[in-house]
């Protein structure tokens, strides 16, 4: 999935969201800052696996908020089913 899908797609921005939206089996991808803190990405990328998500992180923070719609950096944002 690129940024141009994330732009059009129904999502949710934040570790915490995109956490509780993981546990409740409502994602598709995910997408993780390249440059966010890995003490922050790794619990996501653990649930990611546990749960078969797929996870794009090539991405900056910058990127990913802009793609998301807001005006400050993301460090997570998931796609919803």
Not at 11 to 32: E, H, P, W, Y
Not at 33 to 40: E, I, L, P, Y
């Amino acid at each position: 999935m690129s940024l141009e899908d994330l732009k059009k797609a129904q999502k949710v921005i934040g570790l915490k969201q995109v956490t509780k939206a993981i546990n409740r089996d409502q994602v598709t991808c995910v997408f993780l800052g390249a440059d966010a803190d890995s003490k922050v990405t790794d619990p996501i990328k653990d649930l990611c696996r546990e749960k078969d998500i797929a996870i794009e992180a090539e991405n900056t923070m910058a990127e990913l908020g802009k793609a998301a719609g807001i005006g400050v950096k993301a460090a997570a944002v998931a796609v919803l089913k």
